[in-house]
């Protein structure tokens, strides 16, 4: 599929984000309009909430766009996100009819605020990236135990806190948790000092289920894609995940990337999961490509310094897919509603500048990274700010994610002070 | 504190769960009414939806009954709490002059289906009671090294998943999962055998907070109090736990009175927490009793058998108050919502008949329980429905949080089957 071209003339080119085969979702604002459902394309955002009163998109009987959030447009299903792409294509091609009206209602992405595209319902955050679980598991076991038993088996996950999930551009404060250090007999109150990023992408489930799903209906119900950053606390993660996984450490924030690629955006990047060193039951077994070929990056910026790429990667490196981790999600009979964000796991490559954390990139601490500006990092500083890029490299276009970003604010003095 | 006396007379017994001192806070529907707010008192039930359409109860501007759940009282703050309690109490209390408007807005409870009393913002389970854990981690790893190191210092918890949440009275299916018996190399996808409950109780956060609070401030935000059974799988749990705790054993439901018990009508049985060990880190600090004496009984009935009590303890055996878990909960950063709901985690006194799991009552399927239909029980069969009974003993009146039932459904025969 080559580039398809707008009559908004910033979205043809073959590195633009924004493309006309994009047409990402999200919510904004300005200092004049409240927030509302907008898509990229090109420099600018389309405003859903005037296009839909004003009937230039009239895709349901019910407004999908009075509420500053594309939950109600994933709960309305396949057919209506196939009807609405098709209609929003249609608008912005190049010698559409629809010029005309539609050209007041561009507003430039240079003058919004950019807010939560969806309301989470609930979180969850798996551990899907091979080489990430073995990393870990080698600096926590030694290299003969890195995975666990089961890992190779089973889509690992937890639930994560879906109240902590923040817009890209929100700044991350340090927090403070229950620590011990490995010199002490007795924990203590103290800032993080082990303060890390994990570079995953976030699943956005889009239609309900009750009950068990196939990985095929699980790939059917997810809407779109994100840019996610698990912040962890690695020090509050150490001492408090034992028996029952980690829970503080995480709930800090996770910041996302404020536009939905959507799954149909995606379709001509789709690749397949690695080979299987077990094969895996029938209810998880891979259907056909479900992973994506998308060029992942991680920046980090000392406080008026200029950034340095820190890893750089590829979605392609997870070893279960969305769909088999939402599959995954559901055998219990869990039941699954539009909204739920399910974090891929961190993603690391096989070698050593792929690693999608600063624990791997540092190993633990002990072999500290050195950015472009001679500064060193283990973990991260207060003032730094941490950038995740997504791109998908198509035939003379880009699909690309924009950014995740935070800066790391530094711990309060007194967390009770009032 | 005595009983307090209605003019509904169903109210005025020691041994009825809900007299005046009561008031606990539910949802219900009949054939002819849609699901609404209502308060128990005696055997009936009062409409707060239109109790407040006709005035009888006018505490705030805005309607709080429009809704047919309790999380807009919750949200409007401690000051409506007491308010609307008060003026509750004045209604249906002996010789109120409201009696002539509130009598033709009682429904008898025997007429009423109960639903969810509140919609569950996000769920969070903890493993507060030191018997539970000494008793599951002595299975595991021996008495030497039963509590994890971080259990004296910290309470431990997970977030589990708000969508499972079911009212009490809603059949229970048993899952399938992935499960790998010590006997096999690998694993398969089965129904659960190994299918348990969980004596916990409920806590309920009626405030927001976005930051750490103290334990002081945490006990302020919790609304109140249901009964709670953590349905688990513990085949699942065995072989997918590690390394980041429980996932799909716990997500098939979670079972929740009807009935919230409101923190003001457990004031006269507060008790303290346990003797300390270590000492706990100050913002962490007993700050008075925080606990409550509730006597807590489970039992079970086989198909079409009588019920056998299976379990019999105390709300005040658990280690960490629901305001320090709360506190805790928050060290991070973590943003908390009304409608948040903390489980206590398992329940279990020091002696065997207090264990509120049959993992421990049948210590791990080895030491089978015989019920008095002569039947045993290691873990659920099909068609056996459990029950958790709570009640605090007044000077002359019972606080009761009515039940929390559930029956156990056999699993699909093919969860794919459509």
Chains 1, 2 share one sequence.
């Not at 989470?120 to 955050?125: A, F, H, I, K, M």
């Not at 450490?249 to 536009?259: F, V």
């Not at 379709?267 to 479900?290: A, I, N, Q, S, V």
């Not at 711990?411 to 002070?417: G, M, N, R, S």
């Amino acid at each position: 599929m080559p580039l398809a071209k707008s009559w908004v003339t910033s979205a043809n080119s073959a590195t633009h984000p924004f493309p006309l085969n994009n047409l990402p979702y999200g919510v904004f604002s300005t200092d004049s309009l409240d927030p509302r459902c907008g898509v990229a394309i090109g420099d600018m955002i389309l405003d859903c909430q005037r296009a839909e009163e004003t009937d230039l998109i009239s895709v349901t009987d019910d407004p999908l766009f009075d509420v500053p959030f594309w939950n109600e447009v994933m709960e309305e299903g396949p057919d209506l996100w196939s009807a609405l792409r098709d209609r929003l294509t249609q608008i912005l091609a190049e010698g559409s009819p629809d010029r005309e009206r539609a050209e007041p209602l561009l507003v430039p992405q240079s003058q919004v605020e950019m807010h939560l595209p969806f309301l989470v319902s609930e979180y969850t955050d798996f551990y899907a990236g091979r080489n990430h679980a073995f990393n870990v598991g080698t600096m926590f076991r030694g290299p003969e135990n890195a995975l666990p038993p089961n890992w190779l088996h089973i889509p690992i996950g937890y639930n994560g806190r879906a109240s902590s999930v923040v817009v890209s551009g929100t700044d991350i404060r340090r927090p403070w948790g229950q620590l011990k250090s490995p010199d002490h007999d007795l924990p203590a109150f103290l800032p993080c000092r082990r303060f890390d990023l994990e570079l995953e992408m976030g699943a956005i489930v889009g239609q309900p289920s009750d009950g068990p799903i196939t990985v095929d209906e699980a790939d059917a119900n997810i809407f779109g894609y994100v840019l996610l950053n698990d912040w962890s606390a690695r020090d509050i993660q150490a001492w408090e995940y034992q028996p029952l996984g980690p829970f503080q450490a995480k709930a800090t924030a996770t910041s996302i990337s404020p536009w939905i690629v959507t799954k149909h955006a995606l379709e001509p990047f789709r690749c397949m999961t690695p080979e299987r060193e077990f094969e895996l039951l029938d209810h998880l077994k891979d259907t056909g490509p479900m992973l994506y070929d998308i060029d992942l990056r991680v920046t980090l910026a000392p406080e008026g310094q200029p950034a340095t790429e820190i890893a750089h990667t590829n979605y392609n490196q997870l070893y279960y897919s969305a769909a088999q981790q939402l599959a995954h999600h559901t055998t219990s009979g869990c039941p699954m509603n539009p909204g739920d964000l399910l974090g891929s796991g961190t993603i690391s490559g096989p070698t050593k500048p792929e690693r999608g954390s600063l624990l791997e990139l540092s190993w633990g601490g002990k072999e500290p990274l050195t950015l472009d500006t001679g500064e060193t990092r283990s973990f991260l500083e207060d003032g730094d700010t941490l950038t995740l890029h997504g791109e998908c490299h198509g035939d003379g276009y880009t699909i690309g994610f924009g950014s995740c970003t935070g800066t790391v604010l530094p711990a309060l003095e007194d967390p009770y002070a009032r």
